[in-house]
């Protein structure tokens, strides 16, 4: 079955960086765009990033801009997301998803929260 698995959050101070990666499985990953959402406490889930299924075209919420970066490894199965100059306002829980998304593929998520 499809699975998406999410990993690499923490705690990181304002100015600091992470990097999430998303491992596919289930699915023949190369022929999706990829995407991460976040969803912050009370709030609704919004787009991130997204990136073709080549990786040649890639999207950002205007929030991110210069600051996070969308890849992908297509040998790997594998969506990452670079974030640096974390800011409080990025404290969220970050999902990867196709792109549109599909509802059964929602996973578990990361926690990401920046503060000192």
């Known amino acids: 079955q499809v699975q998406l698995v999410e990993s690499g959050g923490g705690l990181v101070q304002p100015g600091g960086s992470l990097r999430l990666s998303c491992a596919a499985s289930g699915f023949t990953f190369t022929n999706y765009p990829m995407s991460w959402y976040r969803q912050a406490a009370g709030k609704e889930r919004e787009l991130v990033a997204r990136i073709s299924n080549r990786g040649m075209t890639k999207n950002y919420v205007d929030s991110v801009k210069g600051r996070f970066t969308i890849s992908r490894d297509n040998v790997k199965n594998t969506v990452y997301l670079q974030m640096d100059s974390l800011r409080p306002e990025d404290t969220s829980v970050y999902y990867c998803?196709?792109?549109?998304?599909?509802?059964?593929?929602w996973g578990q998520g990361t926690q990401v929260t920046v503060s000192s």
């Open positions: 998803n196709t792109y549109p998304t599909r509802d059964d593929y």
